[in-house]
């Protein structure tokens, strides 16, 4: 009966309430965005992290993997140290650089990281073979469109460029023997990975036995924030980095997407309230003689306050289900346009749906249209039955 | 190269030695390691990574070796300036001479860049050309090209902001449709009685949008004086927090202007249709009869 009646009133006006539930629609979409900007951009980075199932990361001290130049010496003794702790299940050293190709006169620049082929976690190899010996280099996509190489052929790469006399360090003639996908590169970044004593030699004196990463995969129900502490006493020339200080150091990089999230969400909540609660309070003003009939028949308080409040809900939750929709489309649109950040790895998303995201963004809209019917179902209940109906007849 | 030698470790130096130079170090380095001016610190010049020796691999750890150090007095504490490309990294800034990082760097006679200002008259393009021709080492650049460079992630937030914007207008738009309708619907009956005593439809039509637009006009009033507040929040925020005097909000007169004509515009329109589709029905059908 209250439903029927509540569908009643909302139909009545078709304009009316198709303009209330686009309005509401547009709300609940941005709110959705918001919700899964607040909590996408961590969920993402750590799904990124935990991607390779490494849980921490070893930057030389004071600074964050490859944000310098800056690299961690004595590779081996630091390995000999971390397999001292039984709870290190696998370490992986990477070595970064600059490379410079030459072919067919031109000069093609990009990074390579120097790695160990079991155990290495910075990309998956998309066809071709690993780099098995020491004269092989895999590249990513970006750097074969750029090179115009088939598998198989042979590169000459060059590292350790000297701007003052424009010679480098080392050269060496490597066979391209795969495709990869680099796992936290960027788009636009052209990309090889070699053997590390590949790129140790082709670096020469000054970067032997050196690193510039460490990935460390704890065993299976340790605790990897008490291996991370045993390694900063342990190693004091390192930071270690565990998936929550590398989160917590994200958050505080981009807190101010999650800050503009939580305000805009917030306003459109706001928008979404406001306009459920003048649409309630308009319609209530224009029922004044229907709802004092209603009350006259013997009609109870409870009845006319649960008949307001359920349009109130009708209104905001097919808002919010039309919104759903619209915020998904939104939030690729608005995920491509943060998705061209300089260096940003391909794999994160700002937006990423999540269930819980979505259950959170109607469950608030649905709480506010029942806070939104209150104020107006609260006056209808009260309103005076006969000065009602005589102010109905005068009219 | 100043966010490696920030990098290396910074501490209270206990032995005095003779006449340090001075060094001018920012606010946020100031409050973290609780540094005033007059303090002794010692710096390290490159990142402890690399300037300590691992003497023992043994389960009990290494010990560090024993660095080039150099102490220097805190001379004076600076703000910084106002960079957005360095705001969100949280690093900390120490400014010294040019020689006395040279040489705690080990870097030499070298620099990283020079800086090259020009007389109003110089042919910019031909100086850049002949710098190039003869350069041997390093390329020169006009600083417009290195700003364009350097400036894609503000590009990329901006038009994330644009995007945010045109969603926020389409938002406001419905709502503002939404409640002219609401407020001439309410009104049903007097429309009804003005069009039975004879006032035309185009007359109350245009009553209409003068009150949509007075509404709009008033409402975006209200809008930017929200707006100017909520702008002063958020620079009071940011700067606090990333202790930085960069304006992360400023409200310009082409804002305003731009916000009070989309209003008087989305006003306006939301009035015409919400009066047509009143003046269309027959007065007597508005009352009810």
Same mark, same amino acid.
């Given at each position: 009966?209250?439903?029927?009646?509540?569908r009643?009133?909302?139909?009545r006006?078709?304009?009316?309430?198709?303009?209330?539930?686009?309005?509401?629609?547009v709300?609940?979409?941005?709110?959705?965005?918001?919700?899964?900007?607040a909590?996408?951009m961590?969920e993402?980075?750590r799904q990124l992290?935990?991607?390779?199932?490494?849980?921490?990361?070893?930057?030389?001290?004071?600074t964050?993997?490859?944000?310098?130049d800056a690299?961690i010496p004595?590779?081996s003794? @630091?390995?000999?140290?971390?397999?001292?702790?039984?709870? %290190?299940?696998e370490i992986?050293p990477?070595?970064?650089?600059?490379?410079?190709i030459? @072919?067919?006169?031109?000069?093609?620049?990009?990074?390579?990281?120097g790695?160990?082929?079991?155990v290495?976690?910075?990309?998956?190899?998309?066809?071709?073979?690993?780099?098995?010996?020491?004269d092989?280099?895999?590249?990513?996509d970006?750097?074969?469109?750029?090179?115009?190489a088939?598998?198989?052929?042979?590169l000459?790469?060059?590292?350790?460029?000297?701007?003052?006399t424009?010679?480098?360090?080392?050269?060496?003639?490597?066979?391209?023997?795969?495709r990869?996908?680099f @796992?936290?590169?960027?788009?636009?970044?052209?990309?090889?990975?070699?053997?590390?004593?590949?790129l140790?030699?082709?670096?020469?004196?000054?970067?032997r036995?050196r690193?510039s990463l460490?990935?460390i995969?704890?065993?299976?129900?340790?605790?990897p924030d008490?291996v991370?502490?045993?390694?900063e006493?342990?190693?004091?020339?390192?930071?270690? @980095?565990?998936?929550?200080?590398?989160?917590?150091?994200?958050?505080?990089?981009?807190s101010?997407?999650?800050? +503009?999230?939580?305000i805009?969400?917030?306003?459109?909540l706001f928008?979404?309230?406001?306009?459920?609660t003048?649409?309630?309070?308009?319609?209530?003003n224009?029922?004044t003689?229907e709802?004092?009939?209603?009350?006259?028949?013997? %009609?109870?308080?409870?009845?006319?306050v649960?008949?307001?409040?359920?349009?109130?809900?009708?209104?905001?939750?097919?808002?919010?289900v039309?919104?759903?929709?619209?915020?998904?489309?939104?939030?690729?649109?608005?995920?491509a346009i943060?998705?061209?950040?300089?260096? +940003?790895p391909?794999?994160?998303?700002?937006?990423?749906?999540?269930p819980?995201?979505?259950?959170?963004a109607?469950?608030?809209?649905?709480?506010?249209?029942?806070?939104?019917?209150i104020?107006?179902a609260?006056?209808?209940?009260?309103?005076?039955?006969?000065?009602?109906?005589?102010?109905?007849a005068?009219a | 190269?100043?966010?490696t030698?920030?990098a290396?470790?910074l501490f209270?130096h206990?032995t005095?030695q003779?006449?340090p130079?001075?060094?001018a170090i920012d606010e946020?380095?100031?409050?973290?390691?609780?540094?005033k001016?007059g303090?002794?610190?010692?710096?390290l010049?490159?990142?402890?990574?690399?300037?300590?020796?691992v003497m023992?691999?043994?389960?009990?750890?290494?010990?560090p070796?024993?660095a080039?150090?150099?102490?220097v007095?805190v001379?004076?504490?600076?703000?910084?300036?106002a960079?957005?490309?360095?705001?969100a990294?949280g690093?900390?800034?120490?400014r010294?001479?040019?020689?006395?990082l040279?040489? #705690?760097?080990?870097y030499?006679?070298?620099?990283?860049?020079f800086?090259?200002?020009?007389?109003?008259s110089a042919?910019v393009?031909?100086?850049?050309?002949? #710098?190039?021709?003869?350069?041997?080492g390093f390329?020169?650049?006009?600083?417009r090209?290195i700003?364009?460079e350097?400036?894609?992630?503000?590009?990329?937030?901006?038009?994330?902001?644009r995007?945010?914007?045109?969603?926020? #207008?389409?938002?406001?738009?419905?709502?503002l449709?939404?409640?002219?309708?609401?407020?001439?619907?309410?009104r049903?009956?007097?429309?009804?009685?003005?069009?039975?005593?004879?006032?035309?439809?185009?007359?109350?039509?245009? =009553?209409i949008?003068i009150?949509?637009?007075?509404?709009?006009?008033?409402?975006?009033a209200l809008?930017?004086?929200?707006?100017?507040i909520?702008?002063?929040i958020?620079?009071w925020?940011?700067?606090a927090l990333?202790h930085?005097?960069?304006?992360? =909000?400023?409200?310009?007169?082409? #804002?305003v202007?731009?916000s009070v004509?989309? =209003?008087?515009?989305?006003?306006?329109?939301?009035?015409?249709?919400?009066?047509?589709?009143?003046?269309?029905t027959p007065?007597?059908?508005?009352l009810?009869?």
């Amino acid at each position: 009966m209250r439903l029927t009646l509540a569908r009643a009133a909302l139909i009545r006006h078709r304009a009316r309430t198709l303009l209330a539930v686009l309005g509401v629609a547009v709300a609940a979409a941005m709110l959705l965005d918001m919700v899964m900007l607040a909590t996408g951009m961590r969920e993402s980075f750590r799904q990124l992290l935990l991607s390779r199932g490494f849980d921490i990361r070893l930057a030389p001290k004071g600074t964050l993997p490859f944000d310098t130049d800056a690299t961690i010496p004595s590779v081996s003794a @630091i390995t000999t140290v971390l397999r001292s702790n039984p709870d %290190i299940r696998e370490i992986s050293p990477v070595l970064g650089a600059a490379m410079h190709i030459q @072919i067919a006169g031109r000069d093609i620049s990009g990074s390579v990281l120097g790695i160990d082929p079991s155990v290495q976690g910075d990309y998956e190899l998309l066809s071709g073979k690993d780099v098995s010996d020491p004269d092989a280099i895999v590249v990513n996509d970006h750097l074969l469109s750029q090179l115009h190489a088939r598998m198989g052929d042979t590169l000459s790469v060059a590292t350790g460029y000297d701007p003052q006399t424009r010679t480098y360090s080392g050269q060496r003639k490597l066979v391209l023997t795969g495709r990869v996908r680099f @796992i936290y590169g960027a788009a636009e970044q052209s990309s090889g990975a070699v053997r590390r004593e590949t790129l140790e030699a082709m670096e020469g004196g000054a970067r032997r036995d050196r690193a510039s990463l460490f990935m460390i995969r704890v065993r299976s129900g340790a605790d990897p924030d008490r291996v991370r502490d045993w390694i900063e006493t342990y190693i004091p020339t390192v930071s270690a @980095i565990s998936i929550a200080t590398a989160i917590a150091q994200v958050d505080q990089r981009l807190s101010y997407f999650r800050q +503009l999230a939580v305000i805009l969400g917030a306003v459109s909540l706001f928008v979404g309230f406001l306009l459920v609660t003048t649409l309630m309070t308009v319609s209530v003003n224009e029922r004044t003689g229907e709802i004092a009939v209603m009350r006259a028949i013997g %009609i109870s308080r409870e009845h006319i306050v649960e008949q307001i409040v359920a349009e109130g809900v009708a209104i905001s939750v097919a808002g919010a289900v039309l919104g759903l929709g619209l915020g998904l489309v939104t939030a690729r649109y608005l995920n491509a346009i943060l998705s061209a950040f300089p260096g +940003l790895p391909t794999a994160i998303d700002f937006f990423l749906f999540q269930p819980q995201a979505a259950w959170s963004a109607l469950g608030l809209l649905i709480i506010s249209g029942i806070g939104a019917g209150i104020y107006p179902a609260w006056r209808a209940a009260s309103l005076p039955i006969s000065e009602s109906l005589r102010r109905e007849a005068i009219a | 190269m100043l966010t490696t030698l920030l990098a290396a470790l910074l501490f209270l130096h206990q032995t005095p030695q003779s006449s340090p130079r001075t060094i001018a170090i920012d606010e946020s380095l100031a409050a973290a390691a609780k540094l005033k001016v007059g303090d002794k610190v010692t710096l390290l010049g490159r990142p402890a990574a690399e300037d300590y020796a691992v003497m023992t691999a043994t389960p009990s750890g290494y010990s560090p070796g024993v660095a080039p150090a150099e102490t220097v007095i805190v001379g004076a504490i600076v703000r910084r300036g106002a960079d957005p490309s360095e705001v969100a990294r949280g690093d900390f800034l120490v400014r010294m001479h040019l020689d006395q990082l040279q040489s #705690i760097s080990g870097y030499g006679d070298r620099v990283d860049r020079f800086a090259v200002a020009t007389r109003s008259s110089a042919n910019v393009s031909r100086l850049l050309k002949e #710098i190039n021709d003869v350069a041997f080492g390093f390329r020169a650049y006009r600083s417009r090209d290195i700003a364009v460079e350097t400036s894609r992630t503000f590009q990329v937030v901006s038009r994330f902001h644009r995007a945010i914007g045109v969603i926020t #207008i389409v938002a406001s738009s419905l709502f503002l449709l939404c409640i002219m309708v609401l407020k001439v619907e309410e009104r049903r009956r007097d429309i009804a009685a003005l069009r039975l005593m004879g006032i035309s439809r185009w007359s109350i039509v245009k =009553s209409i949008i003068i009150e949509a637009a007075l509404v709009a006009v008033l409402g975006s009033a209200l809008g930017v004086l929200l707006g100017w507040i909520g702008s002063l929040i958020v620079n009071w925020h940011y700067q606090a927090l990333y202790h930085t005097p960069l304006e992360f =909000s400023i409200v310009t007169p082409g #804002i305003v202007g731009m916000s009070v004509l989309l =209003s008087l515009v989305l006003g306006a329109a939301a009035g015409v249709l919400a009066s047509l589709r009143l003046v269309r029905t027959p007065p007597l059908v508005l009352l009810g009869r």
